[in-house]
């Protein structure tokens, strides 16, 4: 158990509907990842939130918006959900804003869009 | 273009066995290479390397990183059936994400 807490672990759902997805760091990490797994595309970041700003994008899409709240739990919310957002999605949390850390993986929710 | 290749895609031995898993990378302002164990759900962190010629070790596995040539070798010695899984090679630079590479499935036989 990495400390890093995820929900919901599964969620289904129909195209075109919204969806939030949860993370909650370990104690007393102050950055929050978030990261996208397709069997196509591999492992991909999206976000990165420290301390409540944030910090680097990858490739999210417009449809995709994250934000981290004071208690640094963050959320990651998906819109206009098309069946290619179908993956797992990872979050993950470090101490540290910049490289060189070690960042720890949440179990993941997997999204199927029908 | 930040980039991470690893080799080979997939591996099949037995019980018993030594393998290496190779990661080659290219990132603009390195900070560290780290190695993930991916069985059917979240990442598990193994092994950070940010310094050349240092090994790190932890029970049957070892990890080194060499910053001239960009690459990093994971082995795994006496493979067991528990070892069966995907291993994840990612890089950093000075922003926190991780690129990672495609992967290496390893299957051990019994």
């Known amino acids: 158990d990495s400390g890093v807490t995820q929900t919901p672990k599964h969620l289904i759902t129909a195209t075109g509907q919204r969806v939030t997805l949860r993370c909650s760091p370990r104690?007393?990490?102050?950055?929050v990842y978030w990261y996208q797994q397709s069997l196509d595309q591999g492992l991909q970041f999206l976000i990165q939130?420290?301390?409540?700003?944030?910090?680097a994008k990858g490739n999210i899409l417009e449809r995709f918006s994250a934000q981290q709240f004071p208690d640094l739990h963050s959320e990651l919310n998906l819109s206009s959900l098309e069946l290619g957002d179908s993956a797992l999605y990872f979050c993950?949390?470090?101490?540290?804003?910049?490289?060189?850390?070690?960042?720890?993986f949440g179990p993941g929710t997997r999204l199927t869009v029908l | 273009e930040d980039k991470v290749v690893q080799s080979p895609l997939s591996l099949v031995v037995h019980e018993g066995d030594t393998v290496t898993l190779n990661c080659s990378y290219e990132?603009?302002?390195?900070?560290?290479l780290l190695w993930y164990k991916q069985e059917k759900k979240a990442p598990t962190f193994l092994f950070m390397l940010?310094?050349?010629?240092i090994e790190k070790k932890s029970g049957r596995l070892s990890s080194i990183l060499d910053k001239k040539e960009l690459f990093s070798i994971l082995n795994i010695t006496a493979t067991q059936t528990g070892d069966s899984a995907v291993y994840l090679c990612a890089v950093s630079g000075n922003t926190g994400k991780l690129i990672f590479g495609q992967g290496t499935t390893l299957q051990v036989k019994p």
């Open positions: 940010t310094s050349s010629g």
């Open positions: 939130y420290y301390n409540g700003e944030e910090r």
């Open positions: 104690s007393g990490d102050l950055s």
């Open positions: 990132v603009t302002n390195f900070r560290s």
């Open positions: 993950a949390s470090s101490v540290l804003a910049g490289g060189g850390d070690t960042q720890y």
